[in-house]
């Protein structure tokens, strides 16, 4: 009965380099989100999908990150191009459904990203 | 736009005492609010919630009280114990962020001894 598992925990990457971050949501669970945690602030939503969609992108930065969960495969979140303000803890979530009431959320223990 | 404030940054208490974690908020949509404790290296965990149509809820040595009509709620710990020491995030939902949570930026809480 495994959690979230995200991979890797720790990516060093250079600056220009592009970043792959990986969530497996927990078994039955069809809904994930990505949370940017920034040095010495609170988490910070990105994006929300479900198999093949995107639901709410609200909080992805416009240029360079781009996110997927395909019908087969964990979810990929992608930074193109990474600057030093990438630098960051990225949390994946994931919930049996996305509808009301109990968040169910389970979070896994992130992907450190480190940019030289 | 800083929908969700915790104020204290830290809180120090003693073994066996309360302590109290507090946060503020302003998107008066919200309907279910969560507290996570979050250790270093680790994702944050899920601690209890409430809900909008509440005012409190209760799960063993935590307690968490919603005021509506203040826009504020806090977590109660008593007795607190040393492995209490975390870092405690409120995180409300819903509304027109509905699917997602909008964390406060934390508490540091340490338990001492």
């Known amino acids: 009965n495994a959690g979230v598992m995200q991979n890797p925990r720790h990516l060093v990457r250079r600056r220009g380099q592009e970043a792959r971050l990986r969530c497996s949501p927990m078994?039955?669970?069809?809904?994930v989100y990505w949370y940017r945690q920034l040095p010495e602030e609170g988490l910070k939503f990105m994006v929300y999908?479900?198999?093949?969609?995107?639901?709410?992108e609200s909080g992805m930065p416009k240029e360079r990150f781009s996110a997927e969960f395909p019908k087969e495969g964990p979810s990929i979140l992608r930074i193109q191009q990474v600057v030093r303000g990438d630098s960051a803890a990225y949390f994946c979530?994931?919930?049996?459904?996305?509808?009301?009431?109990?968040?169910?959320?389970?979070f896994g223990s992130g992907t450190r990203l480190t940019v030289v | 736009d800083q929908q969700v404030k915790q104020n204290s940054p830290s809180l120090s208490v003693q073994e066996g005492r309360i302590s109290i974690l507090n946060c503020d908020y302003t998107?008066?949509?919200?309907?279910?609010f969560l507290w996570y404790k979050k250790y270093p290296a680790e994702g944050p965990t899920f601690l209890i919630s409430?809900?909008?149509?509440?005012d409190k809820n209760e799960d063993g040595r935590f307690t968490v009280f919603l005021n509506k009509s203040a826009k504020h709620l806090s977590l109660h710990i008593v007795p607190s114990q040393p492995g209490d020491s975390a870092v405690y995030f409120c995180?409300?939902?819903?509304?027109?962020?509905?699917?997602?949570?909008?964390f406060g930026q934390g508490t540091i809480l340490t338990v001492h001894p």
């Open positions: 979530a994931s919930s049996p459904s996305g509808t009301g009431g109990n968040y169910g959320y389970t």
């Open positions: 078994k039955g669970h069809s809904h």
């Open positions: 999908l479900q198999k093949e969609n995107i639901i709410d």
């Open positions: 998107n008066s949509m919200f309907d279910y």
């Open positions: 409430i809900s909008s149509i509440k």
């Open positions: 995180a409300p939902a819903g509304g027109t962020s509905y699917g997602k949570l909008t």
